[in-house]
């Protein structure tokens, strides 16, 4: 009997694709902290104050310091404009992330605009095409 496992001893780094629990849980509370920062603050910008914006999603790095926050405003209007009013106030966001979670360094944000509604919809798309 041959055994075809695989081991690689020397491996010096993580699976980046591969998250931690302690990653898991701070990227959802940082989603839960700014979802709601972004229903009861006011930003003082009309892109924020005017849209609907979603947090999809929240991916925080190995260190905890760098979270990439996905984003999309209600039926993907203004885009770029809500991605930048967000960006611009980042540092409202991370005061309010320092004062409701303890950790050694409050991360820093990035907003970005999720693209998997997009994604999915394409492929919804061509699986019509099939049906017919």
Do not use: C, W
């Amino acid at each position: 009997m041959v055994n075809n496992f695989l081991f690689n001893s020397n491996k010096k780094y993580k699976d980046s694709s591969v998250k931690s629990q302690r990653q898991l849980r701070v990227g959802e509370e940082l989603r839960h902290l700014i979802s709601n920062a972004l229903l009861r603050e006011s930003f003082y910008d009309e892109y924020i104050k005017n849209n609907n914006i979603t947090i999809t999603e929240v991916n925080v790095s190995p260190d905890l310091k760098n979270a990439k926050v996905y984003v999309m405003p209600l039926g993907g209007e203004n885009k770029l404009d809500v991605l930048n009013s967000l960006n611009k106030v980042s540092g409202k966001f991370k005061k309010i992330i320092s004062n409701n979670i303890s950790l050694r360094q409050t991360p820093k944000l990035v907003f970005k605009i999720d693209e998997t509604f997009e994604y999915a919809k394409k492929i919804n798309e061509i699986l019509d095409k099939i049906k017919k």
